[in-house]
């Protein structure tokens, strides 16, 4: 079939209808909240509270820088990987990402700040958003360099939504612990985008093997991606928490974690290579595992050393995944994972559902004490009956909820993707960017030369009895 990626009218429609109507959904709903309000220091009162500062702005504010530094610096650049595909990995990054945030600030607006008819927002409102559009981030590593950007706005839309849908579910039917979203962003995005991939199957995609592999300096600027992700995990896995204790014990078992991963993916890449060489696709992604595994169990009592197991864990099932999971399910299942997301977040996410449930049944008054018992999984009001036990049941009811949502949802996407009429590129074309980016060729410009710059044959002791080759800049 023919395959038309001329844009022009498609992407423009696509983006300014898109944006229109987050215009008109905004002004219909969304207010500030009260510690955004301009009545906020008439609401506190005289002599209520130490000023300023006990605004939630400035409890929750860091976290949301670093967690906006992930979704569009630390994503955008680990999918540069691709040697011809720069552009569109952090280019349609920053692109489904903008989209993203708005619709999420609504959608979750509706199911958990609605009041009086209207959507409160304050920085957590933020910060959640920055977290749904992650999975999103995560969902577009399985499709990467084989999807126009209007599919992509198209699969934002419908992820956001079921993203929002299966969070309400999980967090207030449900009543599962969730800190930093082992099963509600990681697991949720990887099974969703992977959904995607395989019902997008593309059939001649070894015409573009070539070009779906890696050089010297897209490994660096991946790197770089890795890099900030890394280093700002902690605050991702914390930002929702509890102040105090929760906030703090998150940010520190994340932070094992990571360290663990980093010394396990080292470890069995080495040992798997037949000369112990390192493969950079494992360093730039497995050492990562660490944090989306520790990520449910992260503000509970899970100690540092639990952490350090965690991240070990993960770490070495997600370097053994790029090494041998990833090259049978392409072979076997046909399921075509750009950036194996499957390793990162896919099993990850799903071992930090099973520890956050067996964390969760494990809890005790003796390690938590009464009251931190209670605080830490909520039991009171209409959990005022669980024990921990109950708990971590819901916990593996949460999880497998999630990747039910997340394979029938991204399947019916992937059937709506498949329609001719969206600019996609044909196989043979896919990871390019100059399918859709204008790109500037490198070209080898030769000068014409210029005789006067020759040395004269008697020009000295120094000149070559043989002809003289001239240097063309």
Known sequence: MAWNTNL??????ACLALQAAMLVLFGVFVRYDADAD???REARGPGNGSGALDNEFYYR??????????VFVGFGFLMTFLQRYGFGALGFNFLLAAFGIQWALLMQGWFHSFRDGHILVGVENLINADFCVASVCVAFGAVLGKVSPVQLLIMTFVQVTLFSVNEFLLLNLLLVKDAGGSMSIHTFGAYFGLAVSWVLYRRNLEQSKQRQASVYHSDLFAMLGTLFLWMYWPSFNSAVSNHGDAQHRAAINTYCALAASMLASVAVSSAIHRKGKLDMVHIQNATLAGGVGVGT??????????ALAVGLLCGAFSTLGFAFLTPFLESRLHLQDTCGIHNLHGIPGIVGGIVGAVTAACATPDVYGKVGLVHSFDFEGAKQNWTARTQGRFQIFGLLLTLAMALVGGSIVGLILRLPFWGQAADENCFEDSVYWEVEEEKSTLYPEDPTLKPSASSGPLSSPGPSASLVP
Not at 61 to 70: G, I, K, L, T, W
Request: proline share 10%; hydrophobic share 50%.
């Open 8 to 13: 022009r009218w498609r992407l423009p429609v």
């Open 38 to 40: 301009a009545h906020w």
């Open 61 to 70: 504010y860091p976290s949301f820088q670093d967690v906006h530094v992930m």
């Open 297 to 306: 169990a992260a503000e509970m009592m899970l100690m540092p050393y639990g």
